[in-house]
C-alpha cells in the first residue's frame, strides 16, 4: 500500500512540546498538503506546499510549521502555540497538473495531547 | 473566499431507498468540484469528480451552476456505501476546500 505513508499512526504529546508528523509520498507529485480533521468540522487546510523550498498558509495555520526540503517528505511540526492539537492528522498530495486531479491521502496520523 | 456546505451532518437512509448528499458552494470563479469518500478504517479517497460526469459505484453528481451545488444521488442505497461523504471545490490556486462533511448510514 505504497503511494503515501504517514507516521507515526498514533502520537501522545506532553502539554508545552513540540512534535513532528512526518509525511512521505512516492508519486512524483509536486503539491503537498496537511489537513486537520476534526469531528463535525470536516478537513481544514494548514499548509500546503506546490514545490520544494515553498509553502503557504492554509486557513488554520497558528502554531504549526512546516518544511519542503525535498519533493517526497512535508514534515508538520506541531508546536507548544497550537492551543488545541488533539486532532486527526492528514497529508495529502497531487501532481498539481491541473484542477482535475485527484488528491491523494495518507492514512492520517491520530495526536492526542495529555 | 471559496466555501463548500454540506448542510446533513448525518443521512440515515433504509437499504434501497434513494440517497441523495447536498453540497452547496460558493466561488467567483469556474468550479471544479469532486466527491471524495472515507470508508470505516479507509483512507479517503476520491469518489467522483464533475468534469468526468462518471458513476462510481451507482452514485452520480451533476454541477448546477445556476443553484451553485453539486449534489451526489443513488437510486439504491447499499449497506456498504455506508460511510462519511466529503464534498471538495478545487480553485486555480490547486488548493481544495472541504465542506463538512455527510455521514451516511444505510440501514438493513
Known amino acids: 500500500d505504497g503511494g503515501i505513508t504517514q507516521s507515526p499512526k498514533y502520537l501522545f504529546r506532553k502539554e508545552g512540546q513540540n512534535v513532528t508528523l512526518s509525511c512521505e509520498q512516492n508519486l512524483n507529485h509536486d503539491a503537498m498538503y496537511w489537513y486537520r480533521q476534526d469531528p463535525g468540522q470536516g478537513l481544514r487546510l494548514i499548509y500546503y506546499?506546490?514545490?520544494?523550498?515553498?509553502?503557504q498558509k492554509g486557513d488554520i495555520a497558528e502554531g504549526y510549521s512546516v518544511s519542503r526540503e525535498k519533493k517526497e517528505s512535508f514534515p508538520l511540526t506541531v508546536t507548544s502555540a497550537q492551543k488545541n492539537p488533539t486532532a486527526f492528522y492528514l497529508c495529502?498530495?497531487?501532481?498539481?497538473?491541473?484542477?482535475?486531479?485527484?488528491?491523494?491521502f495518507g492514512p492520517g496520523t491520530r495526536l492526542t495531547v495529555l | 473566499a471559496q466555501r463548500v456546505t454540506q448542510p446533513e451532518k448525518l443521512l440515515s437512509v433504509f437499504k434501497g431507498a434513494p440517497v441523495e448528499l447536498k453540497c452547496n458552494y460558493s466561488y467567483s470563479g469556474s468550479p471544479e468540484l469532486f466527491w471524495y469518500v472515507q470508508y470505516s478504517r479507509q483512507r479517503l479517497q476520491l469518489l467522483l469528480r464533475h468534469i468526468s460526469r462518471e458513476s462510481i459505484k451507482g452514485f452520480t453528481a451533476d454541477l448546477n451552476k445556476g443553484e451553485t451545488s453539486f449534489h451526489l444521488k443513488k437510486p439504491f442505497a447499499q449497506e456498504e456505501d455506508s460511510a462519511m461523504y466529503y464534498c471538495a471545490l478545487h480553485n486555480a490556486g490547486n488548493m481544495l476546500t472541504f465542506g463538512g462533511g455527510t455521514r451516511l448510514m444505510v440501514k438493513p
Open positions: 506546499s506546490q514545490i520544494v523550498n515553498d509553502f
Open positions: 495529502a498530495s497531487i501532481s498539481g497538473q491541473g484542477r482535475g486531479d485527484e488528491q491523494f
